[in-house]
């Protein structure tokens, strides 16, 4: 989810280990990150790769986007294997702003070269690769060129010729009517993009200074733009990229890396959709072909933090994977109704009994997770604050009384709450017993309110628990159900 709670990934780059050896590291000064950034200079093939059989990836994609309308060209590349997969891998299709990761590299080119300093670029290149700016990146291909637009323009086919890709080429710069080739657009394929961002990745394209400059700044698109290719990989991904649109297209095209048990692995993913009447829909399609890509190595490469809920079609990893394992899992909480939510100031995830919050630093005992107030919200929205049950109530000589919130906690609900989470899990009393009908079956059950969640006493029902449910709060408060 992109995701809060690696939003820290700008000063991301990171020790690359393949087959157990740990790639040679070199420090360079990033524009995206506040501090040195750390990239991978160098990347070989292990000794022994994985099996992993990319045939049966293909087979998949081409099932799923038979039939679909437009012009499509996909392209996978496991670096692991160096084995790459392409779907019209070879049909050139209009750019659009992805070809910008290539007037990138050259810009990096001229600033490892001290041809003039990082700083006199760096704001032009965060427009270029964050909100795509057409007309930063004219004043990129202008300085690359020496002041000449066309000069730039054939540095950026220079560069991708030398690093073999055949077919693509820049005819002008993106959103401007010149054109400096026999042509009047910007094209791709699906495999010389994987070409080329394989060999970015490896070290085989650029210095490594270069390198950490170039894929810092594909950490930078806007969040909406990470919900097409990147809306399906879970939060502990790290996903460089840089995606581009047409009224009728979506391209996306990135290096996806992701931790199995300590080592880094990684693939290349290339998206090319022209073609398709308006691009919103193939910026949706974008994420399904990324979904199954993503699950393809997600087994492929086992020892994910990951862990896949084929019930929802839905991953928990990271912090929330080890606090749904440690404090409940599916008894407590139920299934993943969401994948994470990147909001404004928490990354959350909804589960059928819970809301899942990251707050860095609050709760290194709980992976830093605080579950959101659920029952408080349930019973905000249904009115019942100010009826009897949650009034201010006496002690009760039978029972537990939490002066907190002024309730008991009495019988096997008490039980249940002291043996299965306690206070961490469930929050404080907001209500004595009551009688309330059942959303979900419409029956009438002996009930009470917590801050995180809604007790049920279902008599007969789960003996070893106490006869205890818990109400699928999270399927509640979300706009749709679960």
């Not at 779907?87 to 990138?104: H, Q």
């Not at 961002?197 to 698109?221: D, H, I, Q």
């Amino acid at each position: 989810m992109w995701r809060l709670r690696h939003r820290v990934v700008l000063a991301m780059l990171f020790a690359m280990m393949l087959g157990g050896n740990m790639i040679p590291l070199t420090h360079a000064s990033v524009f995206v990150a506040d501090s040195p950034a750390v990239v991978p200079t160098a990347v070989t093939a292990p000794e022994d790769p994985p099996p992993v059989d990319l045939a049966r990836l293909k087979e998949e994609l081409s099932a799923l986007t038979s039939g679909w309308d437009g012009k499509l060209a996909i392209g996978i590349t496991d670096i692991q294997t160096g084995q790459s997969i392409s779907i019209n891998g070879a049909e050139r299709l209009s750019a659009a702003s992805t070809i910008k990761i290539f007037v990138d590299m050259v810009i990096a080119q001229d600033v490892d070269a001290g041809r003039y300093p990082e700083s006199d670029v760096e704001d032009l290149v965060r427009a270029m690769m964050g909100r795509s700016d057409n007309a930063a990146t004219r004043e990129l291909l202008s300085r690359a060129g020496g002041g000449n637009v066309g000069d730039g323009v054939r540095r950026v086919n220079e560069l991708m010729v030398g690093l073999g890709a055949a077919e693509s080429a820049m005819t002008g710069p993106p959103g401007y009517p010149e054109s400096y080739t026999p042509d009047d657009d910007n094209y791709l394929t699906a495999d010389d993009l994987n070409l080329m961002l394989g060999k970015l990745y490896r070290g085989e394209a650029l210095s490594s200074s270069a390198t950490a400059f170039v894929l810092s700044s594909m950490a930078l698109p806007e969040d909406w733009q990470n919900q097409s290719l990147g809306a399906p990989l879970p939060s502990s991904v790290q996903f460089l990229h840089k995606p581009g649109w047409l009224d009728d297209a979506w391209n996306d095209a990135g290096i996806v890396v992701f931790d199995r048990l300590g080592e880094k692995s990684a693939y290349v993913i290339s998206y090319l959709s022209n073609d398709v009447g308006v691009w919103q829909q193939a910026f949706d399609r974008g994420a399904t072909v990324s979904e199954m890509v993503w699950r393809f190595f997600d087994t492929a490469y086992p020892g994910s933090s990951a862990r896949f809920f084929p019930e929802t079609g839905l991953a928990v990893d990271g912090g929330f994977l080890s606090y749904w394992n440690q404090f409940g899992g599916l008894l407590v909480f139920g299934y993943p109704l969401t994948s994470e939510i990147a909001e404004p100031d928490v990354a959350t995830q909804y589960f059928e009994r819970a809301r899942f919050e990251w707050h860095p630093g609050l709760a290194p005992d709980h992976f830093d997770v605080l579950l959101g107030l659920l029952g408080y919200d349930v019973a905000t929205s249904r009115d019942l604050l100010g009826t009897p049950p949650f009034q201010p109530a006496p002690p009760d000589s039978g029972c537990t009384f939490l002066a907190s919130t002024n309730h008991n906690l009495c019988g096997g609900f008490r039980d249940y709450w002291n043996q299965f989470g306690g206070l961490a899990v469930y929050g404080f009393p907001l209500s004595e017993e009551f009688q309330e009908r059942n959303p979900d079956d419409g029956r009438v059950y002996t009930v009470q309110y917590f801050e995180r969640q809604r007790f049920e006493w279902h008599p007969g029902e789960w003996p070893e628990r106490y006869d205890v449910m818990l109400g699928r709060l999270g399927a509640e408060v979300l706009p749709n159900g679960g």
